[in-house]
């Protein structure tokens, strides 16, 4: 059985903790999911350990990974350039892929084309802080747009997993 991770996103009204688990061979990582589809977010460590003793989960304690979505819902809805590094937004993205991926009845994050990759490629590639190349404009509303999507699935996920808000 392959190894799960936990994963704990903060948000505006607490952190919920999900289970991540990196894809085998050329199959996409994923965040799991409850036999109806529903995320599964757990409020602490404790209710996660229960879960994952219940169904024989095998987790990977250390180096658990955080997501802060506060200020990435502040570079979005406020178009707040200060509140979220590229790394984070970098962050963001990836988890928003994993988690279009794993819920089968959720909305669908826009489909992304070069213009995507354009700015894709200038976060990745100026993370050290070398050669960091500025978003044009069209950039900058596509990474928006994408993470906006993000964003409104995460709530539609936690609120139908009764997890809470965002």
């Known amino acids: 059985m392959a190894d799960h991770f ?3 996103i903060s948000t505006r009204t607490g952190d919920l903790t999900l289970l991540w688990r990196p894809g ?7 965040l799991l999911v409850d036999a109806l589809g529903r995320l599964l977010a757990f409020p602490n460590r404790e209710k996660l350990r229960e879960h994952c003793v219940r169904h024989g989960l095998e987790v990977v304690w250390e180096g658990e990974n955080d997501l802060d979505l506060a200020p990435v819902r502040g570079w979005v809805e406020r178009r707040d350039l200060g ?5 984070l937004l970098l962050e963001a993205w990836n988890f928003f892929e994993d988690l279009s991926r794993s819920l089968p ?3 669908p994050l826009p489909a992304q084309g070069p213009v995507h990759d354009s700015a894709y490629e200038k976060i990745f590639g100026g993370e050290d802080g070398a050669d960091k190349e500025e978003w044009t404009d069209g950039e900058t509303a596509a990474v928006r747009e994408l993470l906006r999507a993000g ?13 809470g808000g965002s």
């Open 105 to 107: 009845a959720g909305p």
């Open 24 to 30: 085998e061979d050329d199959a996409p990582d994923r």
């Open 6 to 8: 936990p994963y704990r």
């Open 83 to 87: 509140a979220a590094s590229p790394g």
């Open 151 to 163: 964003l409104d699935l995460w709530d539609l996920a936690v609120r139908e997993s009764g997890s």
